[in-house]
C-alpha cells in the first residue's frame, strides 16, 4: 500500500531557530516528491517538487533534500519566521497527479 | 488573476439535504480536481476532470457528484449529506502540459462543511 509518513506530528521552535521535517514514503512508481505550506485556514501552497534525478531543491529560507534510494526527504527550514507556522505537507506522486499524501507536520514558530 | 475561487467558505447541513459546493478557476487550466480533508488523514481525492466534458471518480468518491460543462467550473454536488461528509474540502486546477509546470497544482481556500 502507498503511504507517505511524516514526522514529528507537531513541533514547537523560536524565532530564529533552523528546523528541518522528515518525509518516509512507500510509493510505486515514484514520479515526484511535493512539499506543500498549509496556512490555518487556507489551502495547501507548493514550496518544491522534486523528480527522481534531484536531491536537493530551495524556495528561499525552505530547502528540500530527496534521497531516493532510501525513501527519504526533508525540509529545512532556516531562520525561522513567526509567518512559518503551517502545517508542512509531503506528497509523493505515482503520475499524473496521482498523489499520496501525508498527514502533515504542524509547525508553530514562538516569539 | 483570482487563481481558484470556491464558495461557500462554511456551511451547515442538515443529514439528508442536498447542497453543492462551487468551484471555479480563472487560469484556463484543463485539469481540476476535489479533495477532502479530514483530522489525522491526508487529503483524499474524490472526483477529477482533465477538460471538459471528462470526468472520473477518485479514491473517495460515493456520495458525491460532480460535471465540467466549462473549462472553468467544477461544481462538487452532494446528494444527501450524511454526518461522515463533515470535512474540509478542497478544489484545485492544474495544466496539462509537458515539463515540470503540469505537476503544479493549485490549491482554493476551502469549504468547511459540517453535517448535522
Known amino acids: 500500500k502507498n503511504q507517505v509518513e511524516q514526522s514529528p506530528q507537531s513541533l514547537i521552535i523560536l524565532e530564529g531557530k533552523n528546523c528541518t521535517l522528515q518525509?518516509?514514503?512507500?510509493?510505486?512508481?515514484?514520479?515526484?516528491l511535493r512539499w506543500y505550506k498549509q496556512d490555518t485556514g487556507r489551502g495547501p501552497v507548493s514550496l518544491t517538487i522534486?523528480?527522481?534525478?534531484?536531491n536537493t531543491k530551495s524556495n528561499g529560507r525552505y530547502t528540500a533534500t530527496l534521497d531516493a534510494d532510501t525513501k527519504q526527504s526533508s525540509l529545512h527550514i532556516t531562520a525561522s519566521q513567526l509567518s512559518d507556522s503551517a502545517s508542512y505537507i509531503c506528497v509523493v506522486s505515482t503520475g499524473f497527479q496521482k498523489l499520496v499524501f501525508g498527514t502533515g507536520t504542524r509547525l508553530l514558530v514562538s516569539p | 488573476n483570482a487563481g481558484v475561487t470556491q464558495t461557500p467558505k462554511f456551511q451547515v447541513l442538515k443529514t439528508g439535504q442536498s447542497m453543492t459546493l462551487q468551484c471555479a478557476q480563472d487560469?484556463?487550466?484543463?485539469?481540476m480536481s476535489w479533495y477532502r480533508q479530514d483530522p489525522g488523514m491526508g487529503l483524499r481525492l474524490i472526483h477529477y476532470?482533465?477538460?471538459?466534458?471528462?470526468?472520473d471518480q477518485g479514491e473517495v468518491p460515493n456520495g458525491y457528484n460532480v460535471s465540467r460543462s466549462t473549462t472553468e467550473d467544477f461544481p462538487l454536488r452532494l446528494l444527501s449529506a450524511a454526518p461522515s461528509q463533515t470535512s474540509v474540502y478542497f478544489c484545485?486546477?492544474?495544466?496539462?502540459?509537458?515539463?515540470?509546470?503540469?505537476?503544479?497544482?493549485?490549491f482554493g481556500p476551502g469549504t468547511r462543511l459540517t453535517v448535522t
Open positions: 484545485a486546477s492544474s495544466p496539462i502540459s509537458p515539463g515540470l509546470a503540469h505537476y503544479e497544482q493549485y
Open positions: 518525509c518516509n514514503y512507500t510509493v510505486s512508481p515514484f514520479s515526484n
Open positions: 487560469m484556463n487550466h484543463e485539469y
Open positions: 522534486m523528480t527522481f534525478s534531484e
Open positions: 476532470s482533465v477538460g471538459a466534458g471528462i470526468t
